[in-house]
């Protein structure tokens, strides 16, 4: 401008890593009106500047583990098809999508 004035901004950026990914598998092993389900995230994955810090399992039937980990075991004394799903979190704080497979008891 013509009075030779100017003003600057400063503007900070944070850039983060990719949000994890949330993966399981299960066994099933059935007992006298029940099965034990053995639950096996260790495929789920952060990116390598961080890691995997807590594992959120809401097993389907009214029961969950909000602060696991990654290998679970669940009893369901009921037969039936369950909606397992995983969320993951990073060390930086960014959760996974919902990782969802149905149990079949």
Do not use: K
Request: proline fraction near 4%.
């Amino acid at each position: 401008d013509p009075t030779h004035q100017f003003s600057t901004d400063t503007t900070s950026v944070t850039i983060m890593p990719p949000r994890p990914t949330a993966s399981f598998s299960f066994t099933v092993s059935s007992g006298y009106g029940y099965a034990y389900v053995t639950f096996d995230a260790s495929g789920s994955a952060a990116d390598s500047s961080t890691s995997i810090t807590n594992y959120s399992w809401d097993f389907g039937d009214g029961n969950n583990d909000l602060n696991g980990s990654s290998q679970e075991t669940h009893t369901y004394y009921n037969s039936g098809t369950y909606q397992v799903e995983l969320v993951v979190t990073d060390g930086v704080g960014q959760n996974s999508d919902a990782f969802i497979m149905n149990v079949t008891i």
